[in-house]
């Protein structure tokens, strides 16, 4: 029984990172992607993105050239494509079309990668705790607003 529940746990972590992209929202495509450029160089490696004054499609670069893939250009494209879906009103469907087919882009991109990198990268919580403690830090601003309207 004991044994049963690491397994569970390194299993419970690419499941969870699916179910969160799965969606298909480009908010939910960014986030995937970034979490998966953070979960595969060294650690320390990717904190060089964490600034909240990057733009997504330099925050792509800067992952992207921390994990070392050999090509760039779909990352850039895909950074491109999501700044045009925030910025430019194009957040019907056609601008959603291209961050997603961007997107996929960039991701067999990573599957390209080393297969002991692809899986490490894969188990790697670290984004899901990012995510979990800029959720939060979010809930807690918005309680203690409530509480000081009150």
Do not use: Q
């Not at 690491?6 to 986030?31: C, F, H, N, Q, W």
């Not at 450029?37 to 330099?58: F, H, I, Q």
């Not at 692809?118 to 670290?126: E, I, K, Q, R, S």
Request: net charge positive; hydrophobic share 40%.
């Amino acid at each position: 029984m004991y044994a049963l529940l690491p397994v569970l746990l390194i299993a419970a972590v690419p499941l969870a990172k699916k179910a969160l992209a799965s969606r298909g929202r480009p908010e939910d495509l960014y986030r995937d992607l970034t979490g998966r450029l953070r979960d595969l160089p060294p650690p320390g490696k990717s904190a060089v993105a964490d600034s909240p004054a990057l733009t997504p499609n330099e925050r792509m670069l800067l992952l992207a050239g921390a994990v070392g893939v050999g090509d760039e250009a779909p990352f850039r494209e895909f950074g491109r494509a999501y700044t045009d879906y925030l910025y430019s009103g194009e957040s019907g469907r056609a601008g959603g079309r291209h961050v997603t087919s961007s997107y996929r882009r960039s991701v067999r991109v990573l599957g390209e990668l080393p297969l002991w990198r692809c899986v490490l990268g894969a188990v790697n919580p670290a984004s899901l705790v990012a995510r979990a403690r800029r959720s939060a830090v979010t809930l807690a601003g918005g309680v203690r607003k409530r509480l000081r309207r009150r």
